[in-house]
C-alpha cells in the first residue's frame, strides 16, 4: 500500500472514531435538549431516563479521542480558532428569552443578565464566573442553564464549549471520588485548553460528594494560570435545590404579608441561602467553593404560584402552534398540586411536565 491510501484509511478511522465520540457526547446533551425543548426543565425524567439506560462509565471513555480526531476535523470542517465562531454571545437574545420564556423570577431574570453580561464585557476577568441556582425542582434552573448555552454558544448545549455533569449520573459511587476527581481536572483542563471560553453546568449539584468539587477550585479561584492554563474566561453554573426552604419561607411570608413577591429582594435572600448552604449537608454545600466565597451570585428560584403554571402551559401550547382555549390553561393549573396545606399557594412541581400534561387536555 502506498501512503496515500494510508493517510486515507487514517482519514477514515479517524472520521468513524470522531463520530462515535461525538455520538457518545452527544447523548446526554441531546436527551437534556429533547426534554427541555418543551418549554420547561425536566429534572426528574432526565435523571430516570439516563439511570435507565447508559453505563455511568461511558460517559468519560472516548475522552481520549478527542484531540486526535478533533485536529482532523478542524482540517476538514474549520473550527476558528481565531475569531472562534463557536460563540455568539447574544446578550439580547439572552435578555429577550428571560423576559417572555422564564416566569415568576425576577431576581434570576435581572441578575443572570448582569452577571454574565458584565462577565463577557470584560476583556480579562479577575477570576471564572460561578454562578449557583438555587429552588425547588421546576422553578426553572435548567430552563435558564439552557438560555444561557443556547444564546452564549453557536450549538447551544451540544457546543463543544459547553459540558453538562449531572451529578447522580457522571458521578455515581462515593467510593470512586478520587477517580471521579482525577477525571473532571483532566476533562476540564482540556475543555479550556480547547476553548478558553467555557461553560460548564453541574446539575443535581446536592448529590455531589464530598471533596469532589474542592478539586476544581483552582479553576475558578483568581489564578492567572493553573498549569500553564487560565480559567478565567471560563464560566461555572452548580444547580441545585439547596436553600428551596428558605426561598419559599420568604416568598410565602411576603403573600401572607399582603405583598407583591417582585418586591423580595437579593438582599433579602443571597444571604439567607448562603446561610442555608453553608450549614446543609452535601459536597456541594460543603466546598471550599461555598466556604471560600467563589460562588460569585447565589441566585434564588421562587416556587412558582397557578398564575405561573398557567402561562406554562401557554407557552406549551404556542409552542406547538395549538389554537387553545383559555379553559384548558386553568384545567392545566389545576391539575398540579398546591403546597402549604393551609394556602395552597405554591405548585410544588412548579412547571415540570407541565408541557406533556396539556396533552390530557387537548380535544
Ligand atoms: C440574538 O437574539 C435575538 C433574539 O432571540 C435575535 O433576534 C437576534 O438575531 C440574535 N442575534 C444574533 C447575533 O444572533
Not at 455515581?172 to 483532566?186: C, F, I, S, T
Not at 498549569?227 to 464560566?235: A, E, L, N, P
Not at 379553559?327 to 407541565?354: H, N, T, W
Request: with cysteine; charged share 25%; glycine share 6%.
Amino acid at each position: 500500500m502506498n501512503s496515500h491510501w494510508i493517510l486515507l484509511f487514517c482519514c477514515w478511522l479517524a472520521k468513524v472514531n470522531g463520530n462515535m465520540f461525538q455520538d457518545q457526547l452527544g447523548t446526554f446533551s441531546e436527551i437534556f435538549h429533547f426534554l427541555t425543548d418543551q418549554i420547561w426543565d425536566s429534572e426528574f425524567e432526565l435523571a430516570d431516563f439516563i439511570k435507565k439506560g447508559a453505563n455511568p462509565l461511558d460517559a468519560w471513555s472516548f475522552s481520549s479521542l478527542q484531540d486526535s480526531t478533533r485536529n482532523w476535523y478542524c482540517s476538514v470542517h474549520g473550527c476558528c480558532e481565531s475569531t472562534d465562531c463557536r460563540l455568539i454571545n447574544n446578550i439580547t437574545g439572552l435578555d429577550h428569552d428571560l423576559g417572555t420564556k422564564l416566569h415568576g423570577q425576577h431576581l434570576a431574570k435581572e441578575v443572570v443578565v448582569k452577571a454574565v453580561k458584565g462577565f463577557l464585557a470584560t476583556p480579562q476577568p479577575q477570576k471564572a464566573l460561578a454562578l449557583s441556582f438555587h429552588g425547588w425542582s421546576g422553578t426553572g434552573k435548567k430552563f435558564v442553564a439552557r438560555m444561557i448555552a443556547d444564546n452564549l454558544y453557536r450549538d447551544g448545549l451540544r457546543s463543544e464549549c459547553v459540558h453538562l455533569y449531572i451529578a447522580p449520573f457522571h458521578f455515581p459511587y462515593a467510593d470512586l471520588v478520587d477517580k471521579y476527581k482525577a477525571l473532571l481536572l483532566q476533562r476540564i483542563l482540556a475543555a479550556v485548553q480547547h476553548c478558553d471560553r467555557s461553560l460548564f453546568i453541574f446539575d443535581e449539584a446536592e448529590k455531589l460528594h464530598q471533596g469532589l468539587i474542592d478539586a476544581i477550585k483552582p479553576y475558578i479561584d483568581h489564578y492567572d494560570n493553573v498549569d500553564g492554563v487560565d480559567f478565567r474566561k471560563s464560566m461555572f453554573i452548580f444547580l441545585s435545590n439547596v436553600g428551596g426552604h428558605s426561598i419559599s419561607r420568604m416568598t410565602l411570608d411576603f403573600w401572607r404579608a399582603g405583598r407583591n413577591r417582585e418586591e423580595i429582594t437579593m438582599e433579602d435572600l443571597e444571604h439567607r441561602i448562603q446561610r442555608e448552604a453553608t450549614t446543609s449537608e452535601g459536597g456541594f454545600t460543603q466546598s471550599v467553593l461555598v466556604a471560600e466565597n467563589l460562588i460569585d451570585f447565589f441566585i434564588p428560584f421562587l416556587p412558582l404560584e397557578y398564575k405561573h403554571v398557567k402561562l406554562c402551559a401557554r407557552d406549551a401550547l404556542r409552542s406547538r402552534g395549538i389554537n387553545y382555549k383559555v379553559d384548558i390553561l386553568d384545567e392545566v393549573a389545576r391539575g398540579m398540586s398546591y403546597v402549604p396545606k393551609s394556602e395552597k399557594l405554591f405548585s410544588a412541581q412548579g412547571c415540570k411536565s407541565v408541557s406533556q400534561r396539556v396533552n390530557f387536555f387537548l380535544p
